[in-house]
């Protein structure tokens, strides 16, 4: 699995670390195991995460359920759980807020057909999201509005240049992972926006990485989580993420779609 993908897509850039320390002579489950084990990495409970087969996780118990209160990750052999492990390793205070909001939504509610709305946020945030770190000025809000407003050349054209210096998105969710290994143009990221300092840009790709875990985990931490925090970005879109992005790209609306107008009520 570790050889089927290509990890030069810039798309893998926020992974690529945990990838490039696996070895191709173990299941990466093992290999996840021992990264995270070298880390140090706990639940919200102090338990060690470790990262288990699917089949250890009990019948009538939820996923989320089991992570919380063992530690154990269930990990099939497939994509999808491949990328999860690796968001693991990348952003482990994420996840681990992640799952206490999940756990504890499930000891509240319970297991039903209805995830809930903080459930179904997390679930969401923990699939397909990206971050869109954004630096904290006029420019870098103008670029935001943007987005919100679904100006998709003005963003992705007209400032085009803000993305690298003054703009960088980081991949989370593991499902929108496992989508890009296939890539194509209607793939789309419920993206959260963080504003950071002139030092988040100083830093190196690690030290941004460890920033950007330890900010968003303490925001999930103090806020909470809904969908109403999202703004869709196309992966294809993010300039220097694929070839010919030109005017012509961006006018395809079939994925780059205006804004729906408010109902008037």
């Not at 850039?13 to 021992?34: I, M, N, P, Q």
């Not at 070298?38 to 338990?47: E, Y």
């Not at 009990?58 to 269930?74: R, S």
Request: proline content about 5%; some cysteine; overall charge negative.
């Amino acid at each position: 699995m570790l050889d089927t993908v290509d990890w030069s897509r810039p798309w893998y850039e926020s992974v690529r670390g945990a990838a490039g320390r696996l070895s191709a002579e173990a299941h990466f489950r093992d290999e996840f195991c021992k990264q995270a084990a070298a880390l140090g990495l706990r639940n919200h409970l102090g338990l060690p995460i470790s990262f288990v087969p699917q089949e250890d996780l009990p019948d009538g118990t939820a996923y989320e359920e089991h992570i919380g209160v063992t530690g154990c990750v269930p990990t099939r052999d497939n994509f999808h759980d491949f990328f999860n492990g690796l968001v693991w390793l990348t952003f482990p205070r994420i996840k681990v807020q992640l799952n206490a909001l999940q756990a504890a939504q499930i000891a509240l509610d319970g297991v039903g057909k209805s995830r809930g709305p903080a459930r179904d946020a997390a679930t969401i945030f923990d699939e397909n999201a990206a971050l869109l770190v954004v630096r904290d000025y006029a420019d870098g809000h103008a670029l935001v509005d943007a987005l919100r407003g679904h100006r998709w050349q003005e963003a992705f054209l007209t400032r085009r240049a803000s993305f690298g210096p003054d703009a960088q998105v980081w991949l989370f969710g593991h499902a929108l992972m496992e989508k890009l290994v296939a890539p194509r143009k209607a793939i789309t990221a419920h993206t959260r926006v963080v504003l950071a300092g002139d030092d988040f840009f100083a830093k190196d790709h690690e030290g941004r990485r460890a920033w950007l875990d330890a900010t968003v985990a303490q925001q999930l931490a103090e806020e909470g989580l809904s969908t109403a925090g999202f703004t869709p970005i196309q992966a294809l879109g993010v300039p220097g993420w694929w070839p010919e992005q030109d005017e012509a790209f961006y006018a395809d609306a079939t994925v780059f779609r205006p804004k729906r107008e408010a109902a008037v009520k």
